[in-house]
Nanobody, 115 residues
């Protein structure tokens, strides 16, 4: 059983930065993938970035060069550093954990970028 606790969302002006964090609690072992997804009003949920326990990363084209995903395996925590934020980045951001037979989602954290 894994529970995901997200933090770091908030309100920021265009061009600003935020850092999201997601801590996976419970029994976590073996290879896994942790990632960030987002869902804006009226749009479907989309992948922002993910990272494997081995450090392999994957980014949406729209955030490449602006966002960086990292993880601390010892603390079972994944981060998303978001720079040069744009109003179109406004969405609820969800953390996701996949490992073995497990697939868990966090409850989401709101990110709002003002123009």
């Amino acid at each position: 059983q894994v529970q995901l606790v997200e933090s770091g969302g908030g309100l920021v002006q265009a061009g600003g930065s935020l850092r999201l964090a997601c801590r996976a609690s419970g029994t976590v072992f073996g290879m896994d993938v942790m990632g960030w997804y987002r869902q804006a009003p009226g749009k479907q949920r989309e992948l922002v970035a993910d990272i494997t326990s081995g450090g392999t990363t994957n980014y949406a084209v729209s955030v490449k060069g602006r966002f960086t995903i990292t993880r601390d395996n010892a603390k079972n925590t994944v981060f998303l550093q978001m720079n040069s934020l744009k109003p179109e980045d406004t969405a609820v951001y969800y953390c996701r954990y996949r490992g073995g037979v497990n697939d868990y989602w966090g409850q989401g954290t709101q990110v709002t970028v003002s123009s």
